[in-house]
């Protein structure tokens, strides 16, 4: 006999449903329960919506029945949302996504630096281009499908000569795949340091005007850019790929697509509860056919409670697994365990 720990249910009940009290013996015994959220702040709960919109109409329904178009720090981010759309419906194509073209433009480091005190320019630059090079001791604005090596850097050996010819967008996502980023330099010392490395000619460095912002104003500088966006495409607001490693285009905000909300569903409230289940009889838990009937006779019980309008889901983890074995939890195989869960408005 083994003691199996699902990852999570998602029980999700519509607002001003009758409150109540579930009494489940279907051997479970609960763990753990609470709001999906994070105490930080800045995890944010994502939600597809497979309903194609413009950019702006999608910007209204995410602000009326979540917060917001969705907002995107990190690779982790990405990779969520991209989970979650294969998930639901297996969705091929592009998602919106919150990012749009700002009024306002100023130069920011690839990393997400904003304070930049030390700017050699070199004298008449920098022109109208938006992405920084520099040559010996001064930096250059290029536009950003100019070919350059690079330089890229990391923690412990700080700068790389990337010695292949790339655009800056290329050169960021090979710098950030294989190192950290794109140069950083904030003084003269680091200056002499990266011109020691790279010798002579012209670099890509990590510098470049942003001039995109987030629908719900944060101040994040992470991109995932396709190759050649977005200083090729033209459109001001962004889209994201399902089946491309998430990556961004550019595009016209009056296409229909698909897209990505983040926060709270105010139609619905969710809790996560985490589940411990006594296997007695060695099933395997993620035969997806018992799973289906095990939730099954969950729905029979919240439906018997008088909570008419509650779905229930497994939550999966990134293999596509629910239940893990629990092997330093000794489970009484004996024993009939009964969860009340309550579910408030």
């Not at 720090?73 to 700002?102: A, K, P």
């Not at 018992?290 to 509650?310: C, D, P, V």
């Not at 092997?327 to 009939?336: D, M």
Request: proline share 2%.
């Amino acid at each position: 006999m083994g003691s199996y720990t699902e990852r999570a249910v998602f029980v999700k009940h519509q607002r001003g449903a009758v409150t109540a009290v579930m009494n489940m013996s279907l051997f479970v015994l609960l763990l753990l329960s609470g709001l999906l959220c994070s105490a930080s702040g800045l995890w944010r709960e994502y939600q597809y919506i497979n309903i194609s919109m413009t950019w702006t109409q999608a910007q209204s329904y995410c602000r009326h029945r979540f917060t917001d178009l969705a907002t995107v720090e990190t690779m982790d981010d990405v990779n969520r949302m991209v989970y979650l759309v294969n998930e639901t419906d297996g969705y091929r194509g592009l998602v919106w996504i919150g990012l749009q073209t700002s009024i306002q433009s100023n130069w920011v480091w690839s990393n997400g630096e904003e304070n930049i005190s030390y700017i050699p320019w070199y004298p008449g630059q920098p022109t109208i281009y938006r992405c920084a090079s520099f040559l010996n001791y001064y930096w250059y604005s290029f536009h950003c499908g100019t070919t350059f090596p690079f330089a890229c850097y990391n923690e412990s050996t700080r700068y790389i000569r990337i010695y292949i010819w790339k655009n800056w967008t290329d050169a960021q996502s090979y710098c950030r795949r294989y190192y950290t980023d794109l140069a950083t330099i904030h003084n003269s010392q680091e200056q002499q340091q990266i011109r020691a490395v790279v010798g002579d000619g012209f670099y890509w460095m990590g510098l470049y005007i942003e001039f995109w912002q987030w629908s719900d104003q944060w101040n994040l500088t992470f991109r995932n850019w396709e190759a050649g966006h977005p200083f090729i495409s033209s459109g001001d607001c962004v889209a994201m790929s399902t089946i491309d490693s998430g990556k961004w285009v550019q595009d016209i905000c009056y296409q229909m697509y698909n897209f990505i909300c983040y926060g709270e569903d105010r139609l619905f409230q969710r809790q996560i509860v985490r589940l411990n289940f006594s296997n007695v009889e060695n099933l395997n838990l993620n035969d997806p056919s018992l799973q289906t009937t095990i939730l099954n006779k969950m729905n029979e019980k919240l439906k018997s409670a008088g909570l008419k309008f509650t779905y229930i889901s497994w939550k999966m983890d990134l293999g596509g697994e629910v239940f893990h074995l629990n092997s330093k939890r000794a489970v009484n195989s004996s024993t009939t365990c009964d969860a009340n869960v309550p579910l408030e408005n």
